[in-house]
């Protein structure tokens, strides 16, 4: 069933260095196919769209360095439809941007709000846990989704429920707050007790609940808003404007000022829900993580064209010329990512230490960051 | 001093696999700059220039597929001294055939017969050494030069002494036998025991005494050479003829047979010399050994324009293309070789068995090889 109250955001202004050589800070994770044959923005485009009509409910919000590529990515998402930040504020004032761009007209439409990054192994059951989550949306609930923690990580946030849930439930549960990355011992309690499931940056309300937020909570940039969004000269007053937006997370700005919960509250007070999600989800955080994700030879060497392998397991491989061969002899777990101007050596269990490539570029060649 | 009695010969008609992807079957390592700033042909000629007038007493021996690369990496040399094997008949044929070249009007010029692929770090020693082997070669012997063992490496045949020499020596010395590539036990006994010598594949003797050994030795190869050394169609005798020719090493088919020495011996009974040298030679056998010859960083990485190198020690890395970075995180010890249409990376302590490789690619990338 497709909906035609429903809007998705797709959040795409990320500019990591944790994917160089294949990311730059023109062409950020999102753009490039880390885990499957598309960008990871398109794939993330393409999971939803069976929820809605068409690709005009999708809103994409972004900076103007990666404008014209995203566009490119995503020839069939209306031009007005791309929400361009003329400054990086982080989550908060494009978000409440949205809501107020859809809720100007259809304030009872649904948002659900998706990083552009994330992968999903399990496309239906996204689908299926999303669509719980809108219904309480419509119902006037600001929902969010945790992903069952599969290990003690300590790269996430967590979201602490309530209440211990019931076995098996998975309806929406309140959210009793936000936990920030947390230590080893913690995130081991956190998996071990069952009452913690990580946060994946999405978020899922009614137009009016978050203006109505945004109202309450970030007054500053709700003010700002009325500067810009249907003003006679919208460029020029986004232009002006938006930079004095409050620099804040969703997180931050708003989740984590929603009430308690609570049967008798009422509005916001009523505080955040929490759908618990379990379909493969992955951040894909690093070149390691994309080798985990990504097809595999007998060996467990990524499956790619241009690989011959002697002796050699569990690399990495990425090669974006597809007339080079990338010969690997009598090596295990090293991460190989070449393209036009940079090749990268190193162990995968290095591969959160790719920054110190990139600090060290920044000085000696920052034409190639 | 300079001298006009002199030619070298300079082998070129290997085609070793040893050094790919920088290598190929019609660029073989002898056209590439492994162990200095030039193809280590060139550096094989300019190394020996001192000792002669000019590059018209320089000879270039090797097959057609390389022809064209050796005449434009060395274009000082005349056209006519570049003697082309229509076929490959190993070392004795092309080495009598610039006997007979040389011989037929200046008998008593010396020939120094030099590979093409090795590595002197003293040139000047290297020279000095030389000039004792054409001392005794003026004299009517034929002369090798035996390379001080540093250990007791497997890979290389042994030249034995006829005697041990006294400490110190370091005059032409007469020869016992040509030992095989030894077992290690043996070579360590060589290394031990002070008779032994490296073969480093380099022979002086006068045009007229190699003549004189090859109709003794090589009847047929004399017989031969006589059909097409200044025949009145020489390209086409040459092409008739040279694939008739045994395809046998000098060292197998001229230096073994020479007489066991002994004074009162005449000619080629008097047998081999050899002059002991120790001028820092390498054959340059594999990338492990370019990576010890090569200029390096503090962290003992190559040092080459395009590395960015955060926790990684002794690398070898050679790449082509100078736009493109190579940035190292993490690894240790291995070779990362980069080129317009290939990339190889392996542990440097699996350099010998680049050939899996090219083996491989012999079936999947023929055009790669």
């Not at 947390?182 to 069952?194: D, H, K, M, T, V």
């Not at 308690?260 to 929490?274: E, F, Y």
């Given at each position: 069933?497709t909906?035609l109250?429903?809007?998705?955001?797709?959040?795409a202004?990320?500019?990591?260095?944790?994917?160089?050589?294949?990311?730059r800070?023109?062409?950020p994770k999102?753009?490039l196919?880390l885990?499957?044959?598309?960008?990871?923005?398109?794939?993330?485009m393409?999971r939803?769209?069976?929820?809605?009509?068409?690709?005009?409910?999708?809103?994409i919000?972004?900076?103007?360095a990666?404008?014209?590529?995203?566009r490119?990515v995503l020839?069939?998402?209306p031009a007005?439809?791309?929400?361009?930040?003329?400054?990086?504020?982080?989550t908060?004032?494009?978000?409440a941007?949205?809501?107020?761009?859809?809720?100007?007209?259809?304030?009872?439409?649904?948002?659900v709000?998706l990083?552009?990054?994330?992968?999903v192994?399990?496309?239906?059951?996204?689908?299926?846990v999303?669509?719980?989550a809108?219904?309480?949306?419509?119902?006037?609930?600001?929902v969010?989704i945790g992903?069952?923690p599969t290990?003690?990580d300590?790269?996430?946030g967590?979201?602490?429920?309530?209440?211990s849930?019931?076995?098996?439930?998975t309806?929406?549960t309140?959210?009793?707050?936000f936990?920030?990355k947390?230590?080893?011992?913690?995130a081991?309690?956190?998996l071990?007790?069952?009452?913690h499931?990580?946060n994946?940056?999405m978020?899922?309300f009614?137009?009016?609940?978050?203006m109505?937020?945004?109202?309450r909570?970030l007054?500053?940039a709700?003010?700002?808003?009325?500067?810009?969004?249907?003003a006679?000269?919208?460029?020029?007053?986004l232009?002006?404007?938006?930079?004095?937006m409050?620099?804040?997370?969703i997180?931050?700005g708003?989740m984590e000022k929603?009430?308690?919960?609570?049967?008798?509250a009422?509005g916001?007070?009523?505080g955040?829900?929490?759908?618990?999600g379990?379909?493969?989800?992955s951040d894909?955080?690093?070149w390691?993580?994309?080798?985990?994700?990504?097809?595999?030879?007998?060996?467990?060497?990524t499956?790619?064209?241009?690989?011959?392998?002697?002796d050699?397991?569990?690399?990495h491989?990425?090669?974006?010329?597809?007339?080079?061969?990338?010969a690997?002899?009598g090596?295990?777990?090293?991460a190989v990512?070449e393209?036009?101007?940079?090749?990268?050596?190193m162990?995968?269990?290095?591969?959160?230490?790719v920054r110190?490539i990139?600090?060290?570029l920044?000085?000696?060649?920052?034409?190639?960051?």
């Amino acid at each position: 069933m497709t909906t035609l109250d429903v809007h998705f955001l797709i959040l795409a202004g990320g500019s990591g260095t944790r994917f160089w050589p294949a990311s730059r800070s023109t062409l950020p994770k999102q753009l490039l196919p880390l885990a499957g044959p598309s960008p990871m923005i398109r794939e993330t485009m393409e999971r939803v769209l069976p929820l809605v009509r068409g690709p005009e409910q999708v809103l994409i919000a972004g900076g103007r360095a990666t404008e014209a590529a995203t566009r490119a990515v995503l020839p069939e998402v209306p031009a007005a439809n791309f929400l361009i930040e003329p400054a990086a504020r982080n989550t908060a004032p494009c978000i409440a941007w949205a809501a107020e761009v859809v809720g100007r007209t259809r304030p009872d439409d649904v948002l659900v709000v998706l990083p552009s990054d994330h992968h999903v192994a399990d496309p239906v059951e996204f689908r299926r846990v999303l669509s719980v989550a809108i219904g309480a949306a419509r119902e006037g609930r600001i929902v969010t989704i945790g992903i069952q923690p599969t290990r003690p990580d300590t790269g996430f946030g967590y979201i602490e429920l309530a209440t211990s849930p019931s076995k098996g439930a998975t309806g929406p549960t309140p959210v009793l707050r936000f936990v920030e990355k947390p230590s080893r011992a913690i995130a081991e309690a956190f998996l071990a007790g069952g009452r913690h499931l990580w946060n994946a940056g999405m978020f899922i309300f009614r137009a009016r609940d978050m203006m109505a937020a945004v109202r309450r909570h970030l007054p500053e940039a709700a003010a700002l808003l009325d500067l810009f969004v249907g003003a006679p000269e919208p460029a020029r007053a986004l232009e002006e404007t938006f930079p004095k937006m409050p620099s804040v997370s969703i997180d931050v700005g708003i989740m984590e000022k929603l009430g308690g919960g609570g049967d008798g509250a009422t509005g916001d007070d009523r505080g955040l829900l929490v759908v618990p999600g379990d379909f493969g989800w992955s951040d894909v955080g690093s070149w390691l993580a994309a080798w985990e994700l990504a097809e595999k030879t007998a060996e467990h060497n990524t499956r790619v064209p241009a690989l011959v392998a002697v002796d050699a397991r569990r690399n990495h491989v990425v090669a974006t010329s597809r007339k080079k061969v990338v010969a690997l002899l009598g090596v295990e777990g090293l991460a190989v990512v070449e393209t036009e101007d940079a090749l990268l050596v190193m162990p995968l269990d290095r591969a959160q230490d790719v920054r110190a490539i990139v600090d060290e570029l920044k000085a000696q060649r920052p034409e190639l960051v």
